[in-house]
């Protein structure tokens, strides 16, 4: 064969490898099936990006004694699991505390006091109907605001009264109580009845209910109005109202249908607390603040996982209902390593306390595969 034919053989030779090697990295595969690490036990960490105190602590306890023992370094790995991406958006500034939106509101904000709910006109009353209480109403609070004033909506107060009660949802703690009766009936505003009560603040991320039973013995039928016919003053999305759907115990299944239409029978007025703090400067400030402090918290995380190699970032956004995918982001770089017997341990927490939980799990382990 002559020279050129073996030069043509071999230029397709070559050009058949660039283009196996092109299809495997285009695929993200390997042609040559490399060495996975082989561990007994995984252990993963779920650890904010801004938690370098807690890691250390670790890495000065358990952690760092698994990862200097001679047996359990090479058996067991341990990673801190951490988000890669920030949270561009200051705390202060989020729409609650477990999230990266931000609090947008609609309207420029004024101090003065506000009618939560009210009658969408004082001639013409929304359809009404009577039912048995308590009567429930849920809000959640994404900006502080002073409480100032319970009420009845309608300003119809039953013979025995009624009692309209402020709740920490979360606590299920009463904060505020006061009574209507035909005595003390309290003052008409705007087609309902108030009653002052003391300023109590409600901090961002409260979620509250807004609760009317009766005082009768008998627990007297109360008057309600749908909520979807009410006017509601949230201030732009200081407040919110949210729905409820009861659980079906006898079932142990929710409803078929979640579109139903609830009533209430409260209301109660507020004010803005702190209102300037809502202001754009104010904003803008703490977003340049927040900056800063994300740049210098990048060049720390980076020389920690340099420096010990036990992060795993994650491509996902650190906040608080972010875990489920960064645990997602963890399940699936396992496929990069060999786990003999797998277990994997996700703390939702760094807590040195665990130790003894997880050196427990290791002997368990043990005994079984023994």
């Given at each position: 064969?002559?020279?050129?034919?073996?030069?043509?053989?071999?230029?397709?030779?070559?050009?058949?490898?660039?283009?196996?090697?092109?299809?495997?990295?285009?695929?993200?595969?390997?042609?040559?099936?490399?060495?996975?690490?082989?561990?007994?036990?995984?252990?993963?960490?779920?650890?904010?990006?801004?938690?370098?105190?807690?890691?250390?602590?670790?890495?000065?306890?358990?952690?760092?004694?698994?990862?200097?023992?001679?047996?359990?370094?090479?058996?067991?790995?341990?990673?801190?699991?951490?988000?890669?991406?920030?949270?561009?958006?200051?705390?202060?500034?989020?729409?609650?505390?477990?999230?990266?939106?931000?609090?947008?509101?609609?309207?420029?904000?004024?101090?003065?006091?506000?009618?939560?709910?009210?009658?969408?006109?004082?001639?013409?009353?929304?359809?009404?109907?009577?039912?048995?209480?308590?009567?429930?109403?849920?809000?959640?609070?994404?900006?502080?605001?002073?409480?100032?004033?319970?009420?009845?909506?309608?300003?119809?107060?039953?013979?025995?009264?009624?009692?309209?009660?402020?709740?920490?949802?979360?606590?299920?703690?009463?904060?505020?109580?006061?009574?209507?009766?035909?005595?003390?009936?309290?003052?008409?505003?705007?087609?309902?009845?108030?009653?002052?009560?003391?300023?109590?603040?409600?901090?961002?991320?409260?979620?509250?209910?807004?609760?009317?039973?009766?005082?009768?013995?008998?627990?007297?039928?109360?008057?309600?109005?749908?909520?979807?016919?009410?006017?509601?003053?949230?201030?732009?999305?200081?407040?919110?109202?949210?729905?409820?759907?009861?659980?079906?115990?006898?079932?142990?299944?929710?409803?078929?249908?979640?579109?139903?239409?609830?009533?209430?029978?409260?209301?109660?007025?507020?004010?803005?607390?702190?209102?300037?703090?809502?202001?754009?400067?104010?904003?803008?400030?703490?977003?340049?603040?927040?900056?800063?402090?994300?740049?210098?918290?990048?060049?720390?995380?980076?020389?920690?996982?340099?420096?010990?190699?036990?992060?795993?970032?994650?491509?996902?956004?650190?906040?608080?209902?972010?875990?489920?995918?960064?645990?997602?982001?963890?399940?699936?770089?396992?496929?990069?390593?060999?786990?003999?017997?797998?277990?994997?341990?996700?703390?939702?927490?760094d807590d040195t306390m665990l130790s003894n939980y997880v050196f427990n799990e290791i002997d368990e382990w043990e005994s079984v595969v023994a």
């Amino acid at each position: 064969m002559e020279w050129w034919r073996w030069g043509a053989v071999l230029a397709a030779v070559v050009s058949l490898s660039l283009f196996r090697d092109f299809i495997f990295s285009s695929f993200g595969l390997s042609s040559v099936e490399e060495a996975k690490p082989e561990y007994d036990i995984v252990i993963g960490i779920l650890s904010a990006r801004e938690n370098f105190e807690q890691r250390r602590a670790l890495r000065a306890t358990w952690v760092g004694y698994i990862q200097q023992h001679p047996d359990y370094s090479r058996r067991v790995l341990v990673k801190f699991i951490v988000g890669s991406k920030p949270c561009p958006v200051p705390p202060p500034d989020r729409l609650d505390p477990f999230t990266c939106q931000k609090l947008s509101l609609s309207e420029t904000i004024c101090a003065g006091e506000v009618v939560a709910l009210s009658l969408a006109s004082q001639n013409s009353f929304p359809s009404s109907q009577q039912q048995t209480g308590p009567v429930e109403t849920h809000f959640t609070v994404h900006h502080p605001v002073v409480i100032t004033k319970l009420g009845v909506l309608g300003g119809d107060i039953p013979a025995e009264g009624v009692r309209v009660r402020l709740v920490d949802s979360a606590a299920k703690e009463d904060l505020l109580s006061v009574n209507f009766t035909s005595d003390d009936p309290g003052l008409q505003t705007g087609g309902n009845t108030f009653k002052a009560v003391q300023n109590y603040v409600l901090p961002k991320g409260f979620q509250g209910t807004i609760t009317v039973e009766s005082l009768a013995a008998d627990n007297e039928l109360l008057v309600t109005f749908p909520l979807d016919q009410l006017q509601v003053n949230n201030k732009g999305g200081v407040l919110q109202l949210t729905k409820t759907v009861d659980f079906m115990p006898e079932s142990g299944y929710l409803p078929p249908h979640t579109d139903v239409q609830q009533h209430t029978a409260a209301t109660f007025m507020y004010r803005v607390f702190e209102p300037e703090f809502l202001e754009q400067a104010p904003q803008d400030l703490r977003a340049k603040d927040w900056t800063g402090k994300l740049g210098a918290e990048q060049q720390n995380l980076e020389t920690e996982v340099e420096r010990y190699g036990d992060i795993l970032l994650v491509e996902e956004e650190e906040f608080y209902r972010n875990l489920p995918r960064k645990k997602l982001g963890f399940y699936k770089w396992q496929g990069c390593i060999k786990v003999t017997s797998f277990m994997c341990m996700n703390f939702e927490m760094d807590d040195t306390m665990l130790s003894n939980y997880v050196f427990n799990e290791i002997d368990e382990w043990e005994s079984v595969v023994a």
